[in-house]
């Protein structure tokens, strides 16, 4: 039941596409607190939006006792590389062990998970719309997806990888 509130809660912002620039806003605004809520309803013990340091988090959740930093973006066009460093850096900052997990529901460019990479300890993984739809559905949870990730990630050091591609894989 809850989770139809926030499927509910997605549409209602995926709608709002051609909506003036100050809605837009405001829906980045929803957009953290529709996260916020899914992850409190999967038990991932979310704690909100923080300053630490002059920056801002959008969030932290803690699954098997390892420790999440969030950032949310809801921008027209996919993000650059630039975006995703910036908030490697504020996860650079935190304890050593914490990753990063950065949603971008418009996607990033080609060269950012790349750049992410390169010659470098990866500490961000990489989510978008499609894996938030996922993770609103009955049969899929922000979890499951969250594992499929850091799987590939320590397998294959792959930052961002489409759970929708997992499932053709796996014949799920």
Same mark, same amino acid.
């Given at each position: 039941?809850?989770?139809? =509130?926030?499927?509910?809660?997605?549409?209602?912002? @995926?709608?709002?596409?051609?909506?003036?620039?100050?809605?837009?806003? /405001? @829906?980045?605004?929803? +957009?953290?607190?529709? !996260?916020?809520?899914?992850?409190?309803?999967?038990?991932? &013990?979310?704690?909100?939006? %923080?300053?630490?340091?002059?920056?801002? *988090?959008?969030?932290?959740?803690?699954?098997?006792?390892?420790?999440?930093?969030?950032?949310?973006?809801?921008?027209? &066009?996919?993000?650059?590389?630039?975006?995703? %460093?910036?908030?490697?850096? /504020? $996860?650079?900052?935190? +304890?050593?062990?914490? !990753?990063?997990?950065? *949603?971008? !529901?418009?996607?990033?460019?080609? #060269?950012?998970? !790349?750049?992410?990479?390169?010659? /470098?300890?990866? &500490? $961000?993984?990489?989510?978008?719309? &499609?894996? *938030? #739809?996922?993770?609103? /559905?009955?049969?899929?949870?922000?979890?499951?997806? +969250?594992?499929?990730?850091?799987? =590939?990630?320590?397998?294959?050091?792959?930052? =961002?990888?489409?759970?929708?591609?997992?499932?053709?894989?796996?014949? *799920?």
């Amino acid at each position: 039941m809850k989770q139809a =509130k926030l499927r509910q809660r997605w549409q209602s912002l @995926r709608a709002l596409d051609d909506a003036p620039s100050e809605e837009l806003q /405001k @829906r980045g605004y929803q +957009l953290e607190t529709l !996260i916020m809520d899914l992850l409190a309803l999967e038990g991932l &013990n979310p704690s909100p939006p %923080y300053r630490s340091r002059g920056e801002q *988090i959008d969030g932290l959740f803690e699954m098997e006792g390892r420790y999440f930093s969030l950032e949310t973006k809801w921008e027209k &066009n996919p993000l650059p590389a630039s975006s995703v %460093y910036a908030f490697r850096a /504020k $996860v650079d900052g935190k +304890l050593i062990g914490t !990753i990063g997990i950065f *949603i971008a !529901i418009n996607g990033f460019s080609t #060269n950012a998970p !790349i750049a992410l990479t390169y010659g /470098k300890e990866i &500490n $961000v993984l990489l989510f978008d719309g &499609n894996d *938030i #739809n996922f993770a609103l /559905k009955d049969e899929h949870s922000f979890k499951d997806i +969250l594992k499929v990730k850091l799987r =590939k990630a320590a397998q294959y050091g792959v930052v =961002k990888y489409s759970y929708a591609h997992y499932l053709d894989d796996e014949g *799920i």
